[in-house]
């Protein structure tokens, strides 16, 4: 009885020993745990892009507008040395530059420029954040010509009409709506209508009808201070 007393004492003592040992590793288990809550290390994690200035500005063509402009913070604090990637899928677009870095004050900026008219979108991209500008781009109503678009050249018989068209566009051929075209002809024959005002297309349009005899016929459209343009129409 002695002797199996002291081999249960020995085996109770072992299983204590053994408690303990899972019960250490246990903690150890939390307390690593508990100290990797919340530490990110990931780079950038806890910075936020904003835009500064130079959102939704409407520009004429070839025109630079305000730069655009962002911010980059870490919590209340301005980070510098963060690389900002401008982009946009419009090819008629110059972005300059395309990869800037914020300064001191978490700034980093681009310039825009564009000769099509239409609305562009410009995305400013951090590793971690995305915001977007929104340009507007129209025709420089100070600059441009007048295009005949259809119907110089024609031939027709006579007393059957022609669609003559005029085209208005600044100087990088964006259409200018809202121009007042006037047709006109000394040659003889009848025009439809003889003041039109182009359309969102830039487009102003007439029937020409040459008459009373066959031959070749001139009509001239003008418009403001633009040079005329001279459409030739043959009747047989």
Not at 112 to 132: E, H
Not at 164 to 191: C, E, H, M, Y
Request: glycine share 12%.
């Amino acid at each position: 009885m002695h002797r199996s007393t002291i081999a249960e004492r020995h085996a109770r003592v072992r299983r204590g020993r053994n408690s303990l040992l899972t019960f250490a590793g246990v903690c150890t288990c939390v307390v690593i745990a508990a100290c990797n809550v919340g530490d990110s290390t990931t780079p950038g994690s806890n910075l936020t892009l904003s835009k500064s200035s130079g959102d939704s500005q409407t520009v004429l063509a070839g025109v630079h507008p305000a730069p655009l402009v962002v911010k980059v913070m870490n919590g209340s604090t301005p980070q510098s040395g963060v690389t900002v990637s401008w982009t946009t899928t419009n090819s008629g677009v110059t972005l300059n530059p395309l990869s800037s870095t914020t300064d001191a004050n978490g700034v980093a900026q681009t310039t825009f420029l564009s000769q099509k008219a239409g609305k562009d979108t410009i995305r400013a991209n951090t590793s971690n954040a995305l915001v977007a500008f929104l340009m507007t781009v129209i025709a420089d109503s100070t600059t441009g010509a007048l295009f005949a678009a259809g119907g110089n050249g024609s031939a027709t018989l006579v007393g059957v009409g022609v669609t003559l068209t005029v085209k208005s566009a600044d100087a990088f051929g964006n259409a200018r709506p809202g121009i007042t075209v006037t047709f006109a002809t000394s040659s003889g024959g009848l025009l439809s209508r003889t003041t039109v005002t182009t359309d969102a297309g830039g487009l102003a349009t007439t029937t020409f009808t040459p008459g009373p005899a066959a031959g070749t016929y001139t009509v001239q459209a003008t418009a403001g201070n633009f040079a005329p343009i001279s459409f030739s129409v043959s009747a047989i």
